[in-house]
T-cell receptor, first 112, second 116 residues
């Protein structure tokens, strides 16, 4: 298994909803990442988990809450989002700093 | 802080011809990695090629090769025999080795169009 999977592929939510994005890998990677990508822009790093501990939070608003239940799973809990949070959310994983980063296909999020 | 610059927002190439995408970066680190990632309309970020800064030899992957000029901080991607499937957004990325995970600095991207 050499891929990162993300669910759902698409998500439409209202500003008062609570939803979660899920990411899974079975490559034995010990680092997992959330990126946000707006159209025609590069991905922006949001969070990094290394060995299941939050290592980087790039000043992300608290309405985004990451969770790493185990070494294979990464969640992003969403609450009270704003329309400007509409974007592609990419999950990625890597073994360590020498390993290749593998990206998932992304979740397209629309906030109404 | 590290910065990565891609000065070509969009480029076009005829099928079967060669195209070069430019990338420059700024860093004070001596050890790092450089990457080219491709993102087609399907959205998935796909690794095209990577280069370790300590290696003088330019990386090559089939039709893709790089011209790595460490002193000039330049890292261009050459695509030979372009194919329709090469049409995508291409991101140049710098990866620091300061952490035990991969922290990337991405360029703004170059959209490559391939004409049949």
């Amino acid at each position: 298994d050499t891929e990162v999977t993300q669910t759902p592929k698409h998500l439409v939510m209202g500003m008062t909803n609570k939803k979660s994005l899920k990411c899974e890998q079975h490559m034995g990677h010990r680092a997992m990442y959330w990126y946000k990508q707006k159209a025609k822009k590069p991905p922006e790093l949001m969070f990094v988990y290394s060995y299941e501990k939050l290592s980087i939070n790039e000043s992300v608003p608290s309405r985004f809450s990451p969770e790493c239940p185990n070494s294979s799973l990464l969640n992003l809990h969403l609450h009270a989002l704003q329309p400007e949070d509409s974007a592609l959310y990419l999950c990625a994983s890597s073994q360590d700093r020498a390993g290749v980063t593998v990206f998932g296909p992304g979740t397209r999020l629309t906030v109404l | 802080a590290q910065t990565v610059t891609q000065s070509q927002p969009e480029m076009s190439v005829q099928e079967a011809e060669t195209v070069t995408l430019s990338c420059t970066y700024d860093t004070s680190e001596s050890d790092y990695y450089l990457f080219w990632y491709k993102q087609p309309p399907s959205r998935q970020m796909i690794l095209v090629i990577r280069q370790e800064a300590y290696k003088q030899q330019n990386a090559t992957e089939n039709r893709f090769s790089v011209n790595f000029q460490k002193a000039a901080k330049s890292f261009s991607l050459k695509i030979s025999d372009s194919q329709l499937g090469d049409a995508a957004m291409y991101f140049c990325a710098y990866r620091t080795t300061l952490y035990n995970f991969n922290k990337f600095y991405f360029g703004s991207g170059t959209k490559l169009n391939v004409k049949p």
